[in-house]
């Protein structure tokens, strides 16, 4: 593949990068603002099969309106967007394929299925989410830990004062050190409590899923893809 990355120079972005050419692609563009990259996207005219996006939420107005015009399949890993910018991408999502999901984990989503089935013999249960990220992430609750209690059927509260109805479900969230990504749901039903661990030990996860995605979305017609679409997709790279 010919993949553009923006925000090539972050953390995400620049293994991303690493990994894509340790796999056989071709990274044609890496953008962002730092020096010794293209500054603007819309800098870049040569050929390209698919734009990967680590960058931030400011950023996204200026990547949805290269990939229409470039008629560009997009993998949107980026968090924290506003109702607004989200509205944005899904407008986006009518013109080319898109990619958006909170999580590039596959295991992530395994687990949703996993608490799912697991809801079904408690309906009444109380849902608690614990999520854990590094001390520099900008934006909390995670995404993921947001698109976790939706998907389950829940509508997601953090910073709560008081006591919650039955169909939310409580976010903590805890910010330190190093650490890549770790996503406790809690479900407690009566007696008993059933606890639902994901963590992602490396970075590599996220990375290796932006290409997964990227493999995906690239045989994609219009519209908007999440990281369900991957549990059966076996094209890695």
Do not use: W
């Not at 962002?32 to 400011?58: C, H, R, T, W």
Request: aromatic content about 6%.
């Amino acid at each position: 593949m010919k993949i553009m990355i923006v925000g090539a120079g972050g953390r995400m972005g620049s293994l991303v990068k690493e990994l894509a050419i340790e796999n056989g692609n071709e990274v044609v563009a890496a953008v962002d603002i730092k020096s010794g990259y293209i500054n603007d996207i819309a800098d870049y005219e040569g050929d390209a099969d698919v734009v990967i996006d680590f960058s931030l939420p400011q950023a996204t107005e200026k990547v949805l309106d290269y990939a229409v015009r470039k008629s560009l399949p997009l993998v949107m890993a980026v968090t924290g967007h506003s109702p607004s910018e989200r509205r944005k991408v899904i407008s986006a999502s009518k013109k080319v394929a898109i990619f958006y999901s909170p999580t590039l984990s596959i295991g992530v989503a395994a687990s949703i299925n996993a608490a799912k089935n697991i809801l079904k013999a408690f309906p009444a249960a109380d849902l608690e989410i614990c999520e854990r990220h590094h001390a520099l992430k900008a934006d909390s609750p995670s995404g993921t830990a947001l698109f976790m209690a939706e998907r389950l059927g829940y509508k997601p509260v953090y910073g709560r004062k008081k006591r919650r109805s039955r169909n939310e479900a409580g976010i903590a969230s805890l910010r330190y050190g190093n650490v890549c990504g770790t996503h406790e749901t809690i479900i407690a039903g009566g007696d008993e409590i059933i606890t639902i661990k994901h963590e992602a030990v490396s970075r590599k996860v996220f990375a290796l899923g932006a290409l997964k995605a990227a493999r995906f979305i690239v045989h994609e017609s219009c519209g908007i893809y999440d990281v369900f679409s991957l549990l059966n997709e076996d094209r890695i790279f």
